[in-house]
């Protein structure tokens, strides 16, 4: 049974940082794209980050470009988000979800993911 499991989460202060992981179990980590997925309040999902299944290739979204890294450890089987210099407009349930391929897609595509996480709530607010 494929398993997405994100920690991490919670209020923090604009300019401040969180790292969320996401433990994956069920599949066999290290042959699939992983994404980051986040939905505002009120907004439609968006794709933050992408790492391919060997972690050579990576996409940030351009909304969180020099904030954002995307790493992950597949000894551990484990998805990490590192979040830097964070804005209100960051405010999100974060989403792990794998990819059905090895390399992520150029286009966000929903139904190229066939498991989601639980996700996290972030919030940043003074």
């Known amino acids: 049974q494929v398993q997405l499991v994100e920690s991490g989460g919670g209020l923090v202060q604009p300019g401040g940082s969180l790292r969320l992981s996401c433990a994956a179990s069920?599949?066999?980590?290290?042959?699939?794209?992983l994404s980051w997925v986040r939905q505002a309040p009120g907004k439609g999902l968006e794709r933050v980050s992408d790492?391919?299944?060997?972690?050579?290739?990576?996409y940030v979204a351009d909304s969180v470009k020099g904030r954002f890294t995307i790493s992950r450890d597949n000894a551990k089987n484990t998805l990490y988000l590192q979040m830097n210099s964070l804005k209100p407009e960051d405010t999100a349930v974060y989403y792990c979800a794998k990819n059905r391929y090895y390399s992520c897609s150029y286009y966000y595509r929903e139904e190229e993911y066939d498991y989601w996480g639980q996700g996290t709530q972030v919030t940043v607010s003074s």
């Open positions: 069920g599949f066999t980590f290290s042959s699939y794209c």
């Open positions: 790492i391919n299944g060997g972690g050579a290739s990576t």
